[in-house]
């Protein structure tokens, strides 16, 4: 797969970040995507909560497979 340009370089510093204490994992991606159902529960309104979602979404796609 060929990402393009600064693409590219947010997924290679990911991949460098991946393990780190200061680096995302998939305990990161598992713990938004759980706040998100509990949020989304309890007020309601599973939309308002979209953002975290969305973001555990683009963290787990910089990441290597499980």
Not at 8 to 14: G, Q, T
Not at 24 to 35: H, K, Q, S
Not at 50 to 59: E, F, G, V
Request: contains cysteine; hydrophobic residues 40%.
């Amino acid at each position: 797969m060929r990402v393009p340009g600064r693409q590219a370089r947010h997924l290679h510093a990911a991949l460098c970040l991946y393990g780190q204490p200061f680096g995302f994992t998939w305990e990161d991606v598992d713990g938004l995507r759980a706040l998100a159902e509990s949020l989304g529960g309890t007020i309601h309104n599973p939309e308002s909560v979209a953002p975290l979602r969305d973001l555990a979404d683009r963290i787990a796609a910089m990441l290597p497979p499980r």
